[in-house]
């Protein structure tokens, strides 16, 4: 590497290349030099099995992994169009180039770009030994049980949190007494997103997965306690006295979703899943709550009435690619709201009968009844990417709002339907007509309806004070008046409306309320949401919501796509209606088979609360409420004010928030992988299983079957042997034995990439590796009905099956939404040489985690990774702004589009799930140059004699033996004795012409 922080070229040599100088024998009768040639440092440009391409019949990881591409779209190899990726496979250096039709200009100046040999082994460069196996961890032995691996090395202690639990530094777990006693993010639940595929159910031709519902005891109805007020700090929540027992083992411990009856199965029969991915669930989203609450008037003059009428709407959103059951304790209990803000009607002019004959003006009269908690009496599958719109389905007099079943999905038709209370008219005469939407309670509820033995199991997510936009008799709530309102005009002409919804990409800023980015900034899949711990965020609601118009609208009925009827499905993305939003947006990948790629983790539920991103592992944008060069933030509540109304609801002293993303890509990035080693045959579809046989491992150890990841190849270290009993071997050592710690010692990475790299040409040849790669496609029921294969350029999409289409930057579309970007040759080339600069600013790496995370410094390198900044720099920049406008907050780094997050913005951890396996720190390939020469004995300088050689040098997994060392051959492999650590060899040797040099 050279640049800034390494070698000064300018200042050594004149930026001219970099020569090798010559020693002299201290007879003068000769001289010598050599130059190592580091291959790591460069883009591996062809596969080295020719199987392996991205046009082949059976893709790489299904559709993830890069292989041999057409190398033509790099910069100056123009020339090689055409050429089939089997002759590129062939080549055995790059002179080879010109054969192929390029120029031997060309082979010169890639020389320190491309490479057509590079070999890495699996080895942790920050902690030293092998990378620990996380295929073999993660596949059960059971249908639901975890591995005896998995519970050597990462189980719980019984005694609590314990270190190898958390996905954390262990020596900053122990400095946060508060994660030590109530947990953290935890192993388990990466587990339990990698087995989801196994839990997967079909109905009328749709693939889903039961939403997960936690019990809503505690919140709903105990005694006002911290917890259920809302006044604790996220990671005060769990084993503490002022949780509800109910609620101690969450948010991180094996809290009981809907409980299965007899037999495993839910109290109607049908089978239960939820208890197998509780610790990653897939929930439904709260998209959408919308009150209209109206005066009309009736009767005959002598006998008047007047009516309040408050209609409910309330949205549901799915974020994945699958389909999501909005299911209680049986198929007659659906979707649930609960706790959504009381109404209050007020006009001084409109006088009522108070019963006893005497008149008083209509004064805060309630809309609602006290216990306001209303479900659709049904079930309701959510298609990928899809909102559903409830709303109250006939009129109903008030206390129908409490489980009155009437509530629906069959909303296209619906408008003026509502629970209403009627009061004797005395008198009317014009005047000030108020609405008070005022939240009651400190919580808002949403999930599924539970009657039954399991009643408690209805919540998906819990929102404390969600808003606090004025104080209205001490409650947090929002005022709307309408003025000089005549005794005509008691009907939906003066109706209010207020709304509570999700954050758009083009969220309008205001003085009170900058604009974030949604997905990054806010956790819109959060099972605790608490606007007080948005304190540093100075917002008035949480994070991931609308500020707009302060919960003001002017939209009486939702925008829906109705074209299903009688259901109606709600726009989301840009906008909110069909002219700047979608109806469908997907997020979110469930995997279907087992994970090949350390990024796909990125789309695993684990994050629990709103302050954290919706993306934890991979991501790296700094969270705006802690510091920059700070990994937690001890912060107050400075959220409930007096003038919010939640003066009495205010957490008391300090609490911390985590930069999660931060603390879990420092410890996953360089410790672990997934081999792909065949444990279980247990994917969704069986074609794409290799069945776990000794006729398995022969195959693979001899070439005639591939790995799901074809780049790591299998390989026999010295005293061990590539077969099923040595790469199955369970463990009940957390540290020494077992496949989880020798299985890494077994394979070598084909295409090894050390991001250190500076070079321009290897950061295009290794990010083109996708060039071409065909994708896996998804129809609107969820289920996959093969690889599209018409893909021209470079692309990363951000889930493995995908319902939309590759798009480009100049033409964006729909696909913003449902699809990926498809990225030309030049935007590649941009994007790989702002890589570039930025390694030259921040680097040299010293660990995976360093280089993916942002730095803990106080400047422009905190707010975001390397690979994050030069996306943001070049392929995210400049989009067009219909789909995502700038983020205008102050903690919020500059130039950042509120789009960030959504699928046509690219994220870092879209291109580490496709090339991450593939990155290290460290090369293990080097190819070695030596010059000799004789000179004449006279002295006279004359040179009578010249050679040059070359020879590659390769580190392998094998320890180098200690003389001392007793230690197992597998033990030895793990983590040698010797301080010379693995073993090279010399794989290739040659003698070198003039031309050549």
């Not at 209609?311 to 209990?333: E, F, K, M, S, T």
């Not at 409109?350 to 908690?373: E, H, T, V, W, Y």
């Not at 003038?643 to 008391?652: E, H, M, N």
Request: glycine share 8%.
């Amino acid at each position: 590497m050279y640049g800034e922080n390494s070698i000064n070229t300018q200042m050594q040599t004149g930026s001219q290349p970099i020569e090798a100088g010559l020693i002299d024998l201290s007879n003068g009768t000769g001289g010598f030099a050599w130059i190592i040639d580091d291959e790591g440092m460069k883009a591996q440009i062809a596969a080295s099995h020719p199987d392996v391409c991205n046009q082949m019949e059976k893709t790489a990881g299904r559709g993830l992994l890069p292989g041999t591409y057409d190398i033509s779209i790099l910069e100056d190899m123009e020339g090689l169009a055409g050429t089939p990726p089997d002759q590129i496979h062939k080549m055995i250096s790059l002179n080879d180039i010109s054969l192929l039709g390029g120029s031997v200009n060309t082979s010169r100046d890639k020389r320190l770009g491309y490479t057509t040999f590079s070999r890495g082994v699996l080895s942790d460069v920050k902690h030293g030994g092998l990378k620990k196996d996380l295929t073999m961890a993660f596949e059960q032995e059971g249908n639901d049980q975890p591995s005896s691996t998995f519970q050597a090395v990462f189980g719980n202690s019984s005694r609590g949190f314990s270190e190898k639990y958390i996905v954390m530094e262990p020596e900053k777990f122990q400095q946060c007494s508060d994660l030590t006693k109530h947990g953290y993010i935890h192993w388990e639940m990466l587990l339990d997103f990698y087995n989801t595929k196994k839990h997967i159910l079909v109905r009328d031709g749709m693939e889903y997965l039961d939403s997960i519902m936690i019990t809503k005891e505690g919140i709903f109805n105990r005694d006002n306690n911290p917890f259920k007020l809302g006044t604790l700090g996220p990671h005060e929540i769990g084993n503490n006295p002022s949780t509800s027992p109910f609620h101690f083992e969450m948010p991180y411990g094996n809290y009981s979703p809907i409980p299965p009856g007899s037999n495993g199965k839910k109290r109607d029969g049908s089978p239960s899943k939820t208890e197998y991915y509780k610790h990653s669930p897939p929930i439904a989203i709260l998209m959408r709550m919308q009150q209209n609450a109206w005066l009309s008037r009736s009767g005959q003059s002598n006998n008047q009435k007047l009516r309040t009428n408050v209609q409910l709407w309330h949205a549901q959103y799915n974020p994945y690619n699958i389909g999501i059951n909005v299911i209680g304790d049986g198929r007659a209990h659906g979707p649930r709201i609960m706790h959504y803000p009381q109404v209050f009607f007020s006009h001084e002019g409109l006088k009522i009968s108070q019963g006893n004959g005497n008149a008083m003006s209509l004064s805060r009269a309630s809309g609602f009844s006290g216990k306001r908690q209303t479900h659709v009496p049904h079930e309701v599958l959510l298609g990928p990417g899809r909102t559903h719109v409830y709303a109250f389905r006939n009129h109903g007099a008030i206390g129908r709002d409490n489980d009155g079943l009437n509530y629906d999905d069959a909303v296209k038709d619906l408008t003026l339907e509502s629970i209403y209370r009627d009061h004797q008219l005395i008198s009317a005469t014009p005047g000030t007509l108020t609405f008070d939407f005022v939240l009651e309670r400190p919580s808002m509820m949403h999930g599924a309806n539970s009657n039954s033995g399991n009643a408690s199991h209805e919540v998906t997510q819990v929102m404390w004070a969600p808003f606090g936009w004025e104080a209205i008799n001490g409650k947090p709530g929002k005022r709307i008046q309408k003025a000089d309102v005549s005794t005509s005009e008691l009907n939906q002409n003066t109706m209010a409306s207020f709304s509570f919804r999700l954050r758009t990409a083009r969220e309008p800023a205001s003085a009170g309320s900058p604009a974030i980015r949604p997905l990054v900034d806010a956790n819109i899949r959060a099972m605790m949401c608490n606007t007080r711990w948005d304190s540093p965020l100075n917002l008035p609601l949480l994070a991931a919501y609308s500020a707009d118009n302060e919960g003001v609208v002017e939209e009486q009925i939702m925008q829906m796509d109705t074209r299903d009827a009688p259901k109606g499905y709600a726009y989301w993305g840009a906008g909110r209606d069909p002219v700047d939003g979608y109806d469908r947006v997907i997020l979110f990948d469930v995997p279907r088979e087992d994970l090949v790629s350390l990024g796909q983790l990125q789309h695993a539920n684990i994050g629990r609360f709103s302050y954290e991103p919706t993306y934890i592992v991979g991501n790296s944008y700094a969270n705006p409420r802690i510091p920059r060069d700070q990994w937690r933030a001890s912060i107050t509540d400075t959220f409930s004010s007096s003038d919010r109304g939640l003066a009495g609801w205010k957490i008391p002293g300090n609490f911390y928030l985590y930069d999660a993303s931060y603390l879990v890509n420092e410890v996953l990035w360089d410790s672990y992988i997934f081999t792909t080693i065949p444990q279980f045959a247990d994917n969704r579809d069986a074609s794409t299983d290799l069945q776990p046989t000794a006729s398995t491992f022969q195959a693979l150890r001899e070439g005639r079957l591939l790995l799901p990841n074809p780049r790591f190849i299998p390989y026999e270290p010295a005293g061990s042997s590539f077969d099923r009993a040595t790469l199955s071997m369970t463990t009940n050592d957390p540290e020494r034995t077992g496949a989880f710690h020798h299985n890494a010692g077994h394979l070598m990475v084909d295409g090894s990439f050390n991001v250190n790299s500076t070079s321009a040409d290897a950061w295009e040849a290794f990010l083109s590796g996708t060039h071409r790669l065909p994708y896996q496609k998804l129809d609107s029921n969820g289920r996959i009905t093969g690889f599209e294969r018409s893909v021209e350029g470079v692309r990363f999409p951000r889930v493995l099956a995908s319902l939309g289409s590759p798009m480009k930057k100049s033409a964006l579309d729909e696909n913003f939404w449902t699809g990926f970007r498809d990225l030309n040759k030049n935007e590649v080339r941009y994007l790989a040489e702002a890589i570039v600069d930025e390694i030259k600013k921040r680097g040299p790496f010293l660990n995976m985690g360093q280089f993916i995370n942002r730095a803990l410094e106080n400047n422009e390198h905190g707010d975001r990774g390397v690979l994050q900044a030069a996306l943001d720099k070049t392929i995210n920049s400049n989009l067009d702004p219909n789909f995502g406008e700038q983020a205008t907050h102050p903690n919020v780094a500059t130039g950042s589009s509120q789009g960030s997050g959504f699928p046509g913005q690219i994220l870092q951890g879209d291109i580490l799930q496709a090339l991450s396996p593939y990155m290290t720190v460290r090369s293990d390939t080097f190819t070695i140059r030596a010059y000799g020469e004789c000179r004449s004995p006279k002295g006279n300088g004359k040179i009578l004699a010249r050679a040059w050689c070359e020879a590659t040098l390769q580190r392998y997994p094998d320890a180098m033996m200690s003389a001392s060392a007793d230690k197992p051959p597998l033990e030895e492999l793990i983590n040698p004795s010797s301080p010379f650590g693995r073993r090279f060899r010399m794989i290739s040797f040659r003698w070198l012409s003039p031309e050549e040099v």
